[in-house]
């Protein structure tokens, strides 16, 4: 499905600043937004993520205003329109854009200030588990900025601003929707459809609350399978264990099941995973999270993993446990040297300033927190 959008939003760019409300090429147009994104982003500059940025109009409105931006889009074609666009204006060195699915935007440990997205939300499968985790995107003192709306007579799409209050109310805080229809300058031209923005403020978390990750070792013989990271905004172009995040619902090893199906194409039964070892880790300039390490072997005549997520992934492969690359994420590597000793609890804790990649002379970051679990079970 992510292929089939990407290549019709990829066709769709050349024509889609045609729209006065894309392009904002009107000079009327284009003040109107810009007054209206003017009250619903902080006053002070401020760090603003703009979730299918399309060619980037909103986003150039930010930053001509002097907040740091990031814009995702899922097509390439979008995004480099976007690119053109404010290095024309000569704000590309404030913004960073970048290719990838808005509904789990890849910007890693980053935190935001306000999380943007127009026309956007109700595209998305599940919008209710998108809200919570974009709102975990948020710095304290957050918000989200939904531009939303419902249009159609006949065949309806979209959704009311009723129906998003109610998406938005399990979050606490305070949800204010402001109508825009009514508003001619905004579209260019009168409408009669239900056009408005939601400025969502969660509620402050109470409580600690970390991200969990899992991590599969996938092992064939005396190798271990890796893969190449890319286009992701984190680590890219160093070798990792596929990997991902749980989401709202799951368990650890069902998240683990999915992931390998939807990075290495590979369907895992629960019992074909052991749990090697539990990792409190954090990267350079990042929240800790607690990441699951699973261990899985590739027996004799059993399907092939292959790369099935390639926007992402450059390449998979084969690595000898014994002679593990150097080039790989640092706490990836910290956990596979854990598991070849025996560790079945680790802390491995960057401080800033630290590399992403593993550094055979840097500071060792790995704290085992319990004696091996089979001492010298090196491999």
């Given at each position: 499905?992510?292929?089939?959008?990407?290549?019709?939003?990829?066709?769709?760019?050349?024509?889609?600043?045609?729209?006065?409300?894309?392009?904002?090429?009107?000079?009327?147009v284009?003040?109107?937004?810009?007054?209206?994104?003017?009250?619903?982003?902080?006053?002070?500059?401020?760090?603003?993520?703009?979730?299918?940025?399309?060619?980037?109009?909103?986003?150039?409105?930010?930053?001509?205003?002097?907040?740091?931006?990031?814009?995702?889009?899922?097509?390439?074609?979008?995004?480099?329109?976007?690119?053109?666009k404010?290095?024309?204006?000569?704000?590309?060195?404030?913004?960073?854009?970048?290719?990838?699915?808005?509904?789990?935007?890849?910007?890693?440990?980053?935190?935001?200030?306000?999380?943007?997205?127009?026309?956007?939300?109700?595209?998305?499968?599940?919008?209710?588990?998108?809200?919570?985790?974009?709102?975990?995107?948020?710095?304290?003192g957050?918000?989200?900025?939904?531009?939303?709306?419902?249009?159609?007579?006949v065949?309806?799409?979209?959704?009311?601003?009723?129906?998003?209050?109610?998406?938005?109310?399990?979050?606490?805080?305070?949800?204010?929707?402001?109508?825009?229809?009514?508003?001619?300058?905004?579209?260019?031209?009168?409408?009669?459809?239900?056009?408005?923005?939601?400025?969502?403020?969660?509620?402050?978390?109470?409580?600690?609350?970390e991200?969990?990750?899992?991590?599969?070792?996938?092992?064939?013989?005396?190798?271990?399978?890796?893969?190449?990271r890319?286009?992701?905004?984190?680590?890219?172009?160093?070798l990792?264990?596929?990997?991902?995040?749980?989401?709202?619902?799951?368990?650890?090893?069902?998240?683990?099941?999915?992931?390998?199906?939807?990075?290495?194409?590979?369907?895992?039964?629960?019992?074909?995973?052991e749990?090697?070892?539990?990792?409190?880790?954090?990267?350079?300039?990042?929240?800790?999270?607690?990441?699951?390490?699973?261990?899985?072997?590739?027996?004799?005549g059993?399907?092939?993993?292959?790369?099935?997520?390639?926007?992402?992934?450059?390449?998979?492969?084969?690595?000898?446990?014994?002679?593990?690359?150097?080039?790989?994420?640092?706490?990836?590597?910290?956990?596979?040297?854990?598991y070849?000793?025996?560790?079945?609890?680790?802390?491995?804790?960057?401080e800033?300033?630290?590399?992403?990649?593993?550094?055979?002379?840097?500071?060792?970051?790995?704290?085992?927190?319990?004696?091996p679990?089979?001492?010298?079970?090196?491999?």
């Amino acid at each position: 499905m992510d292929t089939e959008n990407r290549a019709f939003w990829d066709a769709a760019a050349e024509h889609f600043d045609d729209e006065p409300d894309h392009g904002l090429r009107d000079p009327r147009v284009r003040d109107a937004w810009a007054a209206r994104l003017r009250s619903w982003l902080p006053g002070a500059p401020s760090e603003v993520l703009d979730l299918g940025c399309g060619t980037g109009s909103l986003a150039l409105l930010a930053a001509a205003d002097g907040h740091r931006v990031t814009g995702v889009d899922l097509s390439q074609e979008m995004v480099a329109r976007a690119r053109r666009k404010l290095s024309d204006a000569g704000l590309a060195a404030g913004a960073r854009l970048l290719v990838g699915d808005a509904a789990r935007p890849p910007v890693a440990e980053r935190r935001y200030d306000v999380v943007l997205a127009r026309h956007l939300l109700w595209t998305l499968p599940d919008p209710a588990a998108v809200l919570r985790r974009w709102v975990r995107l948020l710095r304290p003192g957050g918000r989200l900025v939904l531009v939303e709306g419902r249009w159609g007579a006949v065949s309806p799409v979209g959704i009311t601003a009723d129906a998003l209050a109610e998406l938005a109310a399990p979050l606490g805080g305070a949800v204010r929707i402001e109508q825009l229809g009514a508003v001619r300058e905004l579209w260019g031209r009168a409408v009669d459809d239900e056009r408005y923005v939601a400025v969502v403020h969660p509620a402050a978390p109470r409580r600690h609350a970390e991200i969990v990750d899992v991590h599969l070792l996938l092992v064939r013989g005396a190798e271990v399978l890796l893969a190449r990271r890319a286009n992701t905004g984190y680590a890219d172009g160093l070798l990792h264990a596929p990997s991902g995040h749980l989401e709202d619902g799951e368990d650890v090893r069902a998240a683990m099941v999915r992931e390998a199906r939807e990075e290495i194409g590979l369907d895992l039964a629960p019992e074909d995973l052991e749990a090697v070892l539990v990792m409190q880790h954090r990267a350079p300039d990042a929240q800790a999270r607690i990441g699951w390490f699973f261990l899985a072997r590739q027996a004799e005549g059993a399907p092939q993993p292959v790369n099935a997520e390639p926007a992402k992934c450059s390449g998979i492969g084969w690595y000898p446990l014994d002679a593990l690359p150097e080039d790989l994420v640092a706490y990836c590597r910290a956990g596979l040297d854990a598991y070849r000793a025996g560790h079945r609890f680790l802390l491995h804790l960057h401080e800033r300033g630290d590399a992403v990649a593993h550094d055979p002379a840097g500071p060792d970051r790995a704290v085992p927190l319990a004696p091996p679990a089979v001492p010298g079970s090196g491999i």
